[in-house]
């Protein structure tokens, strides 16, 4: 194929339709970030207001469970939370059980993030997801919780709480929003 500057040949640049869009994808792509900011930011709030040990959780998972339709929010958000509580729960049981043995803590890890993986293989979206999640959950607050045993309990319950928190307000927000628009 070659290139030739003929005057008859259709230019390549584009026209903006102001109409087409406003009426499109953009405002559309507008809103889902406006509604994402506020709800990172109600959460954000709340946790500071409640003094929540690490805040940014709390706006980190307003970030990870938005989606554009507050519908997969809401789907999403049922197994980021599914998921925090299995691994939660995972990780109770191995920082009480086995914090004083650090070799048989880590190997235990090991092994719940491999079978997490396998699993979420075999799984399809956001249950995939979920199952991934309990896996690396027990990655983020086993390992400082068992680092220092006497404070993972806050920390584990801190953790739950600010993701309980993102969670919320996401579905919040992006309800009440969808109702409007």
């Not at 584009?14 to 930011?41: Q, R």
């Not at 990780?91 to 650090?102: P, R």
């Not at 070799?103 to 235990?108: D, H, P, T």
Request: charged share 10%; glycine share 10%; proline share 4%.
């Amino acid at each position: 194929m070659t290139y030739t500057d003929s005057p008859h040949e259709p230019s390549h640049h584009f026209d903006w339709d102001v109409a087409t869009v406003v009426n499109g994808e953009l405002l559309g792509a507008v809103i889902f970030s406006l509604k994402t900011f506020g709800a990172a930011l109600l959460a954000l709030f709340i946790a500071f207001w409640l003094g929540l040990d690490d805040p940014r959780w709390s706006l980190l998972t307003v970030y990870i469970v938005s989606q554009p339709d507050s519908g997969l929010v809401l789907a999403k958000s049922f197994y980021r939370r599914l998921g925090t509580i299995g691994g939660v729960l995972i990780t109770v049981a191995l920082v009480f059980a086995l914090s004083q043995y650090g070799g048989l803590f880590l190997a235990s890890l090991a092994v719940w993030i491999g079978v997490c993986n396998f699993t979420a293989r075999a799984t399809r979206n956001f249950a995939s997801y979920g199952i991934q999640l309990a896996g690396y959950t027990l990655a983020i607050v086993g390992i400082p919780a068992a680092l220092n045993p006497a404070g993972a309990y806050p920390l584990i319950l801190a953790r739950f709480t600010e993701i309980a928190l993102g969670i919320g307000c996401a579905a919040l927000v992006k309800r009440v929003i969808a109702a409007l628009f």
